[in-house]
């Protein structure tokens, strides 16, 4: 009996040792994923504290370049009087404060829903956190030790400072960018105010505001049309020369040998040039040294000739290069016109007419119910009209012209 009573007795302790190594088991891994989560945890919140510190100290950055530019524009006009830019000044402060004022009572009311969303997420922690020291029913109690504690409240002590530091930063992040959307709404005033100015100065109408990057691409194409016209106006010079100084030649050739009108000179006639090049008078030609010269002579002047069509041709390429330009840059503007909701008439078809003479796009609509609307025409291109339809007439005839005038002196 005595040794059955041993027998059970150990059983006992070891179904007690076994049941306390499962309870200390069970402490172990809960205290390791309790360990895992707060270390990861501790992670985020670095790797956020690190974002945060780095937004917040380009902000400040900022925050200093547009404090600068904001008391440079805080200034005013110089061109008003000091009375004037005073009170204009005041009055935009006093405006500028209402705005501010408004938006941080917007911002107070929400730090305070966040303030009470974060006081009772702390609470929970807190609950959570006690939980962990006294254990619960199975487990029993369990405490932290006393360096562990001080610790944790070491943690949270810098924890509440960051907290506080973020917070800091965050004000004077929105505060930068309350500042920075009120310059941006300054810049726009003034762009459209200078916008309006220049479309007073120009003659414009009142409805049809003149963009200034309009007039920058239009003066780009007026530029690249002028370098074109003085290219040619050379060539035309060039041109005039060569036939004054054929013509000269062709005087001194009748002054000085009237009687010999039968033999070659430096400029041959249409009907001789015919006449030397046909197959059947091709070996009645004397092998001399006047006639060799002649022949030069009628071999440079095809060439210049040619030289002159090439270069008819290589203009004539630029300006349909040019034009070309244009087309695309209105398509472009007009595609942005369409997307931005300012040029939205269903039904419509318009049609873009760029001319060589008047270099300006039309837009007519096929509806006879609409009005026709045109682009605001600029005063500056008044003084470039006439010009370009002398250039394009000149284009379109400077062939013909050059053959007819070739005809003339070699007929004579």
């Given amino acids: 009996m005595g040794k059955g009573n041993e027998a059970d007795q150990t059983n006992a302790e070891q179904l007690r040792f076994v049941s306390s190594y499962l309870v200390?088991?069970?402490?172990?891994?809960?205290k390791k994923e309790a360990l895992l989560i707060l270390s990861k945890e501790l992670d985020t919140c670095q790797q956020e504290r690190d974002q945060y510190k780095l937004m917040a100290n380009q902000l400040r950055e900022r925050h200093q370049s547009l404090k600068k530019k904001y008391r440079e524009l805080i200034?005013?006009?110089?061109?008003?009087?000091?009375?004037?830019?005073?009170?204009?000044?005041?009055a935009?402060?006093?405006?500028?404060?209402?705005?501010?004022?408004?938006?941080?009572?917007?911002?107070?009311?929400?730090?305070?829903?966040?303030?009470g969303e974060v006081q009772g997420d702390n609470k929970l922690l807190r609950m959570t956190i006690a939980k962990q020291r006294l254990g619960d029913d199975e487990v029993g109690a369990r405490h932290f030790a006393a360096h562990e504690r001080e610790d944790l409240v070491q943690q949270l002590e810098k924890a509440r400072e960051q907290i506080e530091t973020l917070r800091y930063d965050l004000q004077a992040a929105l505060d930068e960018l309350q500042d920075v959307k009120e310059e941006r709404s300054v810049y726009q005033d003034k762009s459209d105010r200078l916008n309006q100015e220049l479309n007073h100065v120009l003659g414009g109408h009142e409805?049809?505001?003149?963009?200034?990057?309009?007039?920058?691409?239009?003066?780009?194409?007026?530029?690249?049309?002028?370098?074109?016209?003085q290219e040619e106006v050379n060539l035309l010079k060039s041109s005039i020369t060569k036939y004054k100084n054929a013509?000269?030649?062709r005087k001194n050739s009748k002054t000085h040998s009237r009687s010999s009108s039968s033999a070659l000179t430096g400029v041959l006639s249409a009907k001789q040039v015919q006449e030397l090049l046909s197959e059947d008078h091709g070996c009645s030609l004397p092998a001399t040294p006047q006639s060799i010269s002649d022949l030069k002579s009628l071999a440079t002047a095809l060439l210049e000739t040619i030289h002159e069509k090439n270069m008819v041709i290589q203009h004539q390429r630029q300006t349909n290069k040019i034009l070309g330009n244009r087309v695309a840059e209105l398509e472009k503007k007009l595609r942005t016109l369409e997307i931005s909701g300012l040029w939205s008439l269903?039904?419509?078809?318009?049609?873009?007419?760029?001319?060589?003479?008047?270099?300006k796009d039309t837009i007519t609509f096929s509806d006879p119910t609409l009005p026709v609307i045109q682009r605001a025409r600029s005063p500056l291109l008044a003084f470039a009209d006439k010009p370009q339809r002398a250039e394009v007439q000149g284009e379109c005839l400077k062939p013909n012209n050059v053959m007819r005038a070739e005809h003339s002196f070699l007929s004579k």
């Avoid at 409805?207 to 691409?217: E, H, V, Y």
């Avoid at 269903?346 to 270099?359: I, K, Q």
Wanted: hydrophobic residues 30%.
């Fill in 24 to 30: 200390c088991k069970r402490k172990l891994e809960s």
């Fill in 75 to 90: 200034d005013g006009d110089p061109s008003l009087p000091p009375e004037k830019r005073k009170q204009a000044n005041l």
């Fill in 92 to 115: 935009q402060l006093l405006s500028e404060a209402q705005d501010r004022n408004k938006h941080l009572g917007e911002e107070i009311g929400e730090l305070q829903q966040r303030l």
């Fill in 207 to 229: 409805n049809r505001i003149i963009d200034i990057d309009a007039l920058c691409m239009e003066n780009r194409y007026l530029q690249e049309r002028l370098k074109q016209l």
């Fill in 247 to 249: 013509l000269e030649r």
């Fill in 346 to 359: 269903p039904g419509l078809s318009y049609n873009v007419s760029v001319g060589f003479g008047s270099g």
